[in-house]
């Protein structure tokens, strides 16, 4: 009687289980969740529903200056403390909430929402940091409202947000010549098209930065003391593809 029992409650929990199963097959497509894109931000408007205090600087912040230094852009952002090292934005050192600013250490850069750094759990220290010089907009998060961004938020996050791709044919070029005999040049172009039931865009970007620096180190090279030069040169590539229906694929190099 015993094993009986236990086949019968057996049978029985069975029986439930394979009908629970088969009414959440039923309502599976009312159980669809659709997720929000990722955002660290958004739009300016956004800021104010921050648990914290974010920042964002557009196209009217930044101005009409070529600037290609991100210390000078963020000495604009209440909170932020910038510490040159170089003299043109290569390795920042950047403090939020008075944390320590060396290389950045306390403070999650990303761009386009993906964290910079290449080992952002075991070495956060910023040896690279993304070219300001073609970025669009930046934004800046302090206070519990960068928690959820990466493993090392202390400080807060810095998010370079890249040339987007322009939604009709755009074509955009941009030089400039300066002291010490540095060019700056800007060109990109991209657009996007109507292809089988979506839509598919593109952006190709170009950003060369050279000097022949401002610094004199002496025994520089084969040479007794010269300037320090620069050279830098990126290259984008972004190609997307939007499925509608809020799904959206998004390749870039």
Known sequence: ???????????????????????????????????TPFNVIGKKADVSSLQGTGTVLDA?????????????????????????????????????????????????IMEDGIPSSPSPFSDPSAYYSPTAGRMSEFEILKGSSQLTMGPNTTGGVINYLSTPIPTQQLSHLRASYGQNNERISHAYSGGTTPLGSGTLGYLVEVFDHRTDGWKTINGFGNLSSANAPIAKTDLT??????FGDDNYLEFKT
């Open 237 to 242: 590539f972004k190609l997307s593809y939007d």
């Open 60 to 108: 009217s912040d930044l101005g009409p200056y070529f600037h290609t230094d991100v210390t000078e852009i963020l000495r604009q952002v209440p909170g932020v403390y910038v510490r040159p090292e170089e003299g043109y934005g290569l390795f920042p050192n950047i403090s939020l909430r008075g944390v320590d600013p060396n290389r950045s250490s306390k403070v999650t």
């Open 1 to 35: 009687m015993k094993n009986r029992t236990k086949r019968i409650g057996s049978l029985s929990v069975a029986a439930l289980l394979a009908g629970s199963l088969h009414g959440q097959d039923e309502n599976a497509s009312d159980a669809i969740e659709v997720l």
